[in-house]
């Protein structure tokens, strides 16, 4: 595969093996553990979402952590194109935030996706090399489980196994569906799960998960991008309040501005 031939993804943890040496658009947040899974792949330069900014810029913290690495980055808009959604990106995108070795490219915010893709493509750039780990955090939040229900944090949604089916997963990922497929909302049969609203943003992407689940029995919610840090499970947790919820979680409980604890208490109430 040539190298000036950019990428167009879903989500950053579908970049392979042919990533290396090549720009690519992935349709994941813009926060440091998304800039570093890209670095790992070696792409030459990438462009992600802004998922809201949010609360401390986490929406936008891969850009400096790839700028210290002298790797052209920028995000998307929420309000321009749909989070979890490559070609939505593409073809409706526009810059929020480019990183200091992106500008010295030319990429400016308010610029086309598919501009600054170009751009990055064609600029011939080596592969990103980084030997640093950085783990996803995937734990069991003591106490706070009943009846043999768990509550689980998971720093991804890529992080749920057919284990957690029937449990409670607290997530710090986007609540958008990749692609607009149904079958990306949840990888099991949770009794419910927390995501981020990433800004909510155009076609409100960022809550997309939510009918999804709810056609599958799953009670679903989404806390504010200012509430809690995207891509940060326990912030999810300690500092989430919810934005917005699917019928199932309201029958069980939920509601607009509960914390995330508070929301969880509630999908526990009748185990």
């Keep these: 595969m040539r190298d000036d031939v950019p990428l167009v993804l879903d989500s950053v943890t579908h970049l392979a093996a042919d990533a ?6 992935c349709a994941s947040h813009g926060g440091v553990y998304a800039a570093w899974y890209a670095a790992r792949r070696g792409v030459s330069s990438v462009i992600l979402h802004d998922a809201g900014i949010g609360r401390e810029r986490a929406g936008l913290g891969g850009l400096d952590w790839l700028a210290e690495r002298s790797v052209p980055a920028a995000c998307i808009g929420h309000r321009s194109a749909r989070i979890g959604d490559g070609g939505d990106m593409l073809a409706r995108g526009r810059l929020s935030a480019v990183n200091a ?14 501009e600054a893709l170009a751009i990055l493509a064609a600029a011939g750039l080596p592969p990103s090399r980084t ?27 890529g992080l749920v196994v057919p284990e957690d089916a029937g449990h409670i997963v607290v997530t710090g990922s ?6 607009g497929r149904p079958e990306t909302a949840a990888k099991a049969a949770v009794r419910a799960a927390l ?17 999804a689940l709810e056609a599958r029995g799953i009670a679903g919610a989404c806390v504010s991008c200012f509430s809690a840090r995207i891509g ?38 009748h185990v």
């Excluded at 290396?20 to 658009?25: E, F, S, T, V």
């Excluded at 070795?101 to 086309?112: D, F, I, R, T």
């Excluded at 609203?197 to 076609?203: E, L, T």
């Design 174 to 179: 986007h609540g958008g569906l990749l692609g």
């Design 20 to 25: 290396a040496g090549r720009a690519a658009l």
């Design 101 to 114: 070795p992106a500008a010295l490219l030319g990429l400016v915010e308010g610029m086309a996706a598919a």
């Design 232 to 269: 940060d499970a326990m912030s999810t947790w300690n500092d989430g309040f919810v934005s917005a919820l699917n019928p199932l979680a309201a029958s069980r409980g939920g509601r607009i501005g509960q914390s995330a604890r508070d929301f969880v208490a509630a999908m526990l109430e």
């Design 131 to 157: 030997t640093e780990t950085m783990d996803e955090a995937r734990r069991e939040i003591a106490g706070q489980g009943r009846g043999g229900v768990r509550v689980m944090a998971l720093d991804s949604n």
């Design 195 to 211: 995501y981020n609203d990433a800004g909510i943003g155009v076609d409100e992407a960022g809550t997309s998960r939510l009918p």
